[in-house]
């Protein structure tokens, strides 16, 4: 064996490209398409469809058919359990993520300018450069 490990690295005999040994095509993933099979199962046993599907569907928003809901429910209240109720330094609280501006700023949640409008023509904020 060489001491230099990157003339070793030279010497070694070329790997040919085969299908494995090739990354996965993009989208399919190691699993051969699992993520594929697995939401048209979904779909087909009613858990869940992609919102306004048979008009071209809107990118990430679901609808939830009665075995999805149920689901669903059962991951939210196992996760609430997990979370809050099983936890002393924990307390549940709902509340809207929709508020005054005014509390993202003063929380130190928000890049916007206490002054920015969210109508449609000014669609510039504080963390976004402006041109």
Not at 46 to 57: A, K, L, P, T, V
Not at 81 to 103: F, H, Q, T
């Amino acid at each position: 064996m060489p001491d230099n490990p990157q003339m070793a690295a030279q010497d070694a005999p070329q790997v040919p490209e085969t299908r494995e040994n090739l990354p996965p095509p993009p989208g399919e993933g190691r699993g051969g398409g699992l993520m594929e099979k697995l939401v048209s199962l979904a779909k087909r046993r009613g858990f869940f469809y992609q919102s306004s599907e048979i008009y071209g569907g809107i990118q990430g928003v679901y609808d939830f058919g009665p075995l999805g809901v149920a689901l669903r429910n059962n991951i939210k209240r196992a996760w609430w359990r997990s979370m809050v109720e099983l936890r002393d330094d924990v307390v549940g609280i709902d509340a809207g993520i929709l508020m005054n501006p005014k509390v993202w700023v003063a929380s130190g949640m928000s890049r916007i300018s206490p002054t920015h409008s969210w109508s449609a023509g000014n669609v510039t904020s504080a963390s976004a450069p402006t041109r």
